[in-house]
């Protein structure tokens, strides 16, 4: 069975500092895919980026940047200087090959930028 | 526009009664999926397709049931709404090509509410 773990429930900050979010994830495939998620107050979820397993590169998107290390299992989402309307609930979530492509989800991090 | 679109976005139902939610896409994807989100849950997977007519359960699919009898529409129906139902239910379509695009594109939710 696959298992996404978010262990921070709630994160709060102050606009302009870095907030990483932590992402541990369980699989027996050995080709899986990782996903970070954002649902905004208004509700909708929203597509941050996917990493595949074979490929542990770091990546940087603007003011987002992810670090995958297979040695931990972790997936963990920084954001450098923080807004306010990075404010959202963030999930990570897990797929796993072959898996008819479902998902699992953590149970995600709320994180609140104060102005 | 949207790709996937569900309704309705909001009702509210009586205990008992049935309920069916509805999933439509414009983007000839294969995979169709429901979930439902709950505080201190995240999202989780109630039921999903693989094609038309092909379905299979998820992890809490007691007292749901899906069909899909045509690509582009995915039925969620509650056979006796019970209170412990009330949720946000998300539909998510999925593009499997080649190699898989795997990653969900969400619709904007429905607010199911059981008294």
């Known amino acids: 069975a696959q298992k996404v773990t978010q262990a921070q429930t709630e994160i709060s900050v102050v606009e302009k500092e870095d907030v990483t979010l932590d992402c541990v994830y369980e699989t027996r495939d050995t080709t899986y895919y990782l996903f970070w998620y954002k649902q905004p107050p208004s509700g909708e979820l929203v597509f941050l980026i996917r990493r595949n397993s074979f490929d542990e590169q770091n990546e940087i998107s603007g003011r987002y940047s992810w670090n995958f290390q297979k040695s931990t299992s972790s997936f963990n989402f920084t954001i450098t200087a923080s807004q306010v309307v990075d404010s959202a609930v963030y999930f990570c979530?897990?797929?796993?090959?072959?898996?008819?492509?479902?998902?699992?989800f953590g149970k995600g991090t709320l994180l609140t930028v104060n102005p | 526009d949207a790709g996937i679109t569900q309704s309705p976005r909001h009702k509210v139902t009586e205990t008992g009664t049935p309920v069916t939610l509805r999933c439509h896409q414009t983007e000839n994807h294969r995979y169709m999926y429901w979930y439902r989100q709950d505080p201190g849950h995240g999202l989780r997977l109630i039921h999903y397709s693989y094609g038309v007519k092909d379905t299979d359960k998820g992890e809490v699919s007691d007292g749901y049931s899906v069909s899909r009898s045509k690509t582009e529409d995915f039925l969620l129906t509650l056979e006796s709404a019970t209170s412990s139902q009330t949720s946000v239910y998300f539909c998510?379509?999925?593009?499997?090509?080649?190699?898989?695009?795997?990653?969900?594109?969400f619709g904007s939710g429905t607010r199911l509410t059981v008294v």
């Open positions: 998510a379509i999925s593009d499997a090509g080649q190699p898989p695009s795997y990653g969900y594109t």
């Open positions: 979530a897990l797929g796993g090959g072959g898996s008819n492509y479902k998902l699992t």
